[in-house]
């Protein structure tokens, strides 16, 4: 979960590193760390965030590591890089390695002498061991004792050159002009070179300013090609916003007419099966549940949605059906082990996903992008709705090939897809309204989202981004089951946000509105109806949509709600505490 850059070239070592750490913060908070080779090996490290990381050395090769503890609590000593016991090897590490005490101990008897109390540790002093002047010859070797996950980067005093190997974890090479870089995510060196070639599971590369060259883990050299991104800086900085989260839920429309644009050019979406499950985690799973309800209408076949976490250790079931995996980075650990299962299952299977190149796409048939541009702040926003679309192209599309639906039904559907971007973008407006109602409730220990029908996953989602950023404890419900246990805990003005769309789920909604109502909670309505507002405390009117887009509108309500109770708590809204963006161990 950790983020790693590495530099080598005719820059300032130490400038390119602090800004390349920064924008990778989003990653790992919990402590920064620099090695810069000049004559020897420099190193910095401490515990917080890399405004922290003071030093005044430098020199034109370097690596950093920002930090999401795994192995060893915060501490600096349980900071990155970590060297060899001569100090001439430097490493960082983001994964896990699972045989690191077997290894470990082994290295304790040949008299190595370890400093912290990580995993990551073990992979300098392994190099070490290997080490007789070659430092890529040396690397080959320790990677191949090495079990687990893994995005190492590693530098010698000795030599310039900067070597980086990839399983299961994310990893990137910027190619520049007498420069090259590697990282965890693109943004890191964006600013620097916008060519980028992604790395594989299973690949080592090597680096130097003037080439960079790929190799499997046996030795074979591997040719790549350069991609060319086309997002600018801009696209992964703030923008004038005063967080990353405001300002990609401002984003939204954009986001969701690019992905839009980018599946309708897509003539590979034909589909044939009789059952779909869906496997995510965190806020792709709520998309998975919406994506539930909107495949069951539209085709009318049964649709299961797993934690991926829970999907990988549920019997191999041989049920034929088509396995969708949703993943926001396309690292998540548990999201990729599932897909490997289902895959190894005989399953058909598809990923969605915002990375292009990412590692789920190694383990999946058919991939479908999101395209909503890099997302910084660990709250999802963008790519939720992204998903979401996604999800409802995917549904019509294949009701279209499999003769569930009629060409005209699927031209209707599709074109109320175009409308949601303004859908969108008319609910951005009502911000300062849902502001003036996060000051209302933002003192609140205790909130309930309620809903029914494909909303039941909004108020979910709602109620995960509430305590994710603000960290009030928030739940969401389906409004039928409030008899049924969770009417026990609704108290005098105790904030209960109520999603009412005008569709079959209407009128039993406004019942559950009055029984909530009847024991004095704060009511927030959030409909395109009017008479809505006789039932409420407070009306949040939303535009007007089919009833299977009133996610779209209804979601960015929570989330505005959400940002603006953080805010008003003073909260750390880009970073919530023990949290980081993409959960690439299990």
Not at 8 to 21: C, D, M, P, Q, Y
Not at 99 to 110: D, G, V
Not at 115 to 140: C, P, Q, R, W
Not at 555 to 560: F, R
Request: with cysteine; charged share 25%; aromatic share 8%.
């Amino acid at each position: 979960m950790c983020g790693i850059i590495g530099y080598i070239g005719f820059r300032s070592a130490k400038e390119v590193l602090l800004k390349s750490l920064k924008r990778l913060e989003y990653r790992g908070y919990d402590s920064a760390g620099v090695a810069i080779v000049d004559g020897k090996i420099n190193v910095a490290k401490k515990k917080g965030y890399i405004d922290s990381l003071e030093f005044d050395f430098d020199g034109t090769l370097g690596i950093g590591h920002t930090r999401w503890a795994t192995h060893g609590v915060p501490e600096d000593r349980n900071a990155h890089p970590f060297l060899d016991c001569k100090g001439e090897i430097a490493i960082v590490h983001n994964g896990i390695i699972e045989n690191y005490m077997e290894l470990k101990e082994k290295l304790i008897k040949e008299g190595h002498k370890f400093k912290s109390d990580t995993d990551s540790e073990v992979i300098a002093h392994l190099i070490e061991e290997h080490y007789n002047g070659n430092l890529k010859e040396a690397f080959f070797k320790a990677i191949k004792e090495l079990k687990g996950s893994f995005a190492i980067v590693a530098i010698s005093k000795n030599e310039r050159k900067i070597m980086a190997a990839k399983k299961d974890s994310p990893l990137v090479i910027g190619v520049g002009d007498h420069e090259n870089f590697v990282a965890s995510d693109i943004p890191a060196f964006l600013e620097y070179t916008n060519r980028v070639i992604v790395m594989r599971d299973g690949e080592i590369s090597e680096l130097t300013e003037d080439f960079v060259h790929f190799y499997d883990f046996n030795g074979n050299e591997i040719n790549k090609e350069v991609q060319i991104v086309e997002w600018s800086i801009e696209d992964a900085e703030k923008s004038g916003y005063e967080h990353f989260m405001l300002k990609e839920i401002y984003e939204q429309p954009f986001a969701l007419d690019s992905t839009l644009h980018s599946l309708l050019s897509r003539n590979d979406m034909n589909f044939d099966f009789g059952r779909v499950t869906i496997v995510a985690c965190g806020t792709s799973y709520h998309a998975g549940l919406v994506g539930k309800y909107i495949i069951e209408e539209l085709l009318r076949i049964p649709v299961e949605v797993y934690y991926a976490s829970e999907y990988r250790y549920r019997p191999n079931v041989a049920d034929n059906s088509l396995a969708i995996f949703i993943t926001q980075s396309g690292e998540t650990a548990d999201t990729i082990a599932a897909a490997r299962k289902a895959k190894a299952s005989g399953n058909e299977t598809l990923a969605i996903t915002n990375v292009v190149g990412s590692s789920i796409t190694n383990y999946v048939d058919k991939v479908i992008y999101t395209n909503a541009g890099p997302e910084i702040g660990v709250a999802a926003t963008k790519t939720f709705t992204a998903q979401l679309m996604a999800l409802e192209y995917f549904a019509i599309k294949a009701g279209e090939s499999m003769g569930k639906l009629s060409a005209s039904h699927a031209r209707d559907l599709l074109n109320s897809l175009r409308k949601v971007p303004m859908y969108v973008e008319n609910t951005l407006n009502l911000n300062g309204i849902i502001k003036k109602e996060a000051e209302k409730i933002h003192k609140r220990k205790d909130m309930f989202f309620i809903a029914r029908g494909m909303n039941y996953p909004i108020a979910l989602e709602g109620a995960l981004k509430m305590k994710e950023i603000s960290y009030i404890h928030a739940e969401g419900y389906p409004a039928g089951e409030l008899k049924h246990g969770p009417l026990a805990l609704i108290e005098e003005d105790i904030p209960v946000i109520a999603l009412v769309p005008e569709d079959i789920t209407y009128d039993k909604m406004l019942s559950n509105i009055k029984e909530v109502s009847a024991r004095n909670a704060y009511v927030i309505g959030v409909s395109s109806s009017e008479d809505v507002g006789k039932y409420v405390d407070t009306l949040i009117k939303v535009p007007s949509t089919e009833p299977h887009l009133s996610p779209f509108v209804n979601v960015v309500v929570l989330q505005l709600l959400a940002y603006h109770t953080a805010k008003l708590l003073g909260r750390e809204i880009d970073k919530p505490r023990n949290l980081a963006k993409s959960v690439t161990v299990e």
